[in-house]
């Protein structure tokens, strides 16, 4: 009974997993080119809302990390709360930055062997990429990904593990696999694969700061960066 009592949320976890990948999976490819990350977006934050946002339960939003400053609970909203954990996410997310992207850099060069020297590309329209990145693509990926899949997957399987001052277990790994596979599928590239490496550090993240502000700022500013690295060594990555 207590194994099948544990099986049962976990096989619901993954089953949900599966049928929102097949529901975007066919968006990326239905939809025009210009609006298949839109509608990809919009399916991540409609199936996280029926999940956990629909219930006027704050509590449940709080569990799975999506409080976000409390933007995202249905009591009143505190402004003082919201800059303090605002500035929180961000700091983890620079400080996140800091850590990996200089490795990020090096391994960008030793796989792409770009011919060109890097030069820093233009930035007209950086502002809408950036919002772009954060509000259409990590935003919309955390919230399922981070918020509703490694939150229940966690609660099926509880973390054993404690890195860096994070509790993680399975769930980090499982996400991280799922999350992958549902790139590769959007886009037949094994290139996509390796999104499963930021995904770990976006999984820990979340454990480590307790919502998912962080890596949904750490992951804008992924996509940001390799962009830039892409554009200033006029390499397509």
């Given at each position: 009974m207590h194994l099948a009592a544990r099986r049962s949320p976990l096989t619901r976890a993954l089953a949900i997993a599966a049928a929102t990948t097949a529901l975007v999976t066919v968006l990326s490819y239905a939809l025009p080119a210009d609006y298949s990350g839109?509608?990809?977006?919009?399916?991540?934050?409609?199936?996280?809302?029926?999940?956990?946002?629909?219930?006027?339960?704050?509590?449940?939003v709080?569990?799975?990390?999506?409080?976000l400053g409390g933007l995202l609970e249905w009591g009143?909203?505190?402004y003082r709360r919201l800059l303090r954990d605002g500035a929180r996410a961000l700091g983890w997310a620079l400080l996140t930055a800091c850590v990996f992207f200089p490795p990020f850099w090096l391994g960008f060069?030793?796989?792409?062997?770009p011919t060109a020297s890097?030069?820093?590309?233009?930035?007209?329209?950086f502002a809408t990429r950036a919002a772009n990145e954060l509000l259409m693509i990590a935003l919309p990926e955390e919230a399922f990904?981070?918020?509703?899949?490694?939150t229940a997957v966690d609660d099926a399987l509880p973390p054993t593990r404690r890195v860096l001052g994070?509790?993680?277990?399975?769930?980090?790994?499982?996400?991280?696999?799922?999350?992958?596979?549902?790139h590769l599928l959007t886009e037949l590239d094994p290139n996509r694969l390796a999104v499963f490496f930021p995904s770990l550090v976006f999984c820990w993240l979340r454990r480590r700061s307790g919502g998912i502000g962080a890596p949904t700022a750490f992951h804008a500013m992924c996509n940001?960066?390799?962009?830039?690295?892409?554009?200033?060594?006029?390499?397509?990555?």
């Open positions: 839109t509608g990809v977006g919009l399916a991540f934050v409609a199936v996280t809302y029926v999940l956990v946002l629909r219930d006027d339960d704050d509590i449940k709080r569990h799975h990390g999506l409080s009143p909203l505190d060069v030793f796989w792409w062997h890097f030069a820093l590309p233009s930035f007209d329209g990904y981070r918020a509703y899949l490694l994070a509790e993680v277990g399975w769930g980090l790994v499982i996400v991280s696999a799922l999350f992958a596979v549902g940001l960066f390799a962009w830039l690295l892409a554009q200033g060594y006029g390499v397509r990555a």
